[in-house]
Each structure stands twice: as C-alpha cells, then as structure tokens.
C-alpha cells in the first residue's frame, strides 16, 4: 500500500492551501486517515484525522479552526484543506493511513506517504 501526497508549496502568510493524499489500495479507506506534520529541527506532530467513514474527524489545536480534513473513499484520497495560514505552519506534511481499527484516531498508523513539503512566507 503506498501513499502518494501533493498539494505543497509556497504560501504567503493568511493564504490557504490544500493536501491531497492519494492510497494505491481500497484497504485503506476502511480505516483512519491523518496528516502528520514536520517542521525543521522538530519531531512529527499529528495535524489532523479522520475516521473511514468521515464523520469523525481530530484537530490538533495549532490547526483547528483553520483546517479541515476530509475524504472521498471512492478515490481513495483524503484531503486537508489549511487556511489563514502561519509562518509556523511551515513543516513537511506527511498523509498516514493504517491496516486494523484502533478508535483513538491520534496515532497508531502503520503506512505512511512520503510528504509534501508546505513553506508559509512571513
């Protein structure tokens, strides 16, 4: 199973941006799907999550109010829309997806993408 990211780019600040996050397989649209996130000289943070059928979804509270995630599983790909977008919000944005249920949708997955890197201009 391989996760394909895009969306990134440069962004001036108070803009806004959208990830995509592409599955190559079905089996993942039957679980969560999260974004994750990396910015310089730090570790991985957890950005957001969605449960499979998308009516639960997670926030961490740097993004919340400013982001939404979603997905349409029959594409296979889960999106996370970013607005009002901040210099700190600057960091690699890796997609995860996972093979079994778990209802904590925090952390937990087992696939990861290879992230898109998102640069906010101050």
């Known amino acids: 199973v391989q996760l394909q990211a895009s969306g990134g780019g440069l962004v001036q600040a108070g803009g806004s941006l959208t990830l995509a996050c592409a599955a190559s397989?079905?089996?993942?649209?039957?679980?969560?799907m999260a974004w994750f996130r990396q910015a310089p000289g730090k570790e991985r943070e957890f950005v957001a999550a969605?449960?499979?059928?998308?009516?639960?979804?997670a926030y961490a509270d740097s993004v919340k109010g400013r982001s939404t995630i979603s997905r349409d599983n029959d594409k296979n790909t889960v999106y996370l829309q970013m607005n009002s977008l901040k210099y700190e919000d600057t960091a690699v944005y890796y997609c995860a997806g996972r093979t079994f249920y778990s209802g904590n949708l925090y952390d937990g997955y087992d696939k990861w993408g290879q992230g898109t890197l998102v640069t906010v201009s101050s």
């Open positions: 397989e079905r089996t993942l649209s039957k679980y969560a």
């Open positions: 969605v449960s499979w059928s998308g009516a639960t979804t």
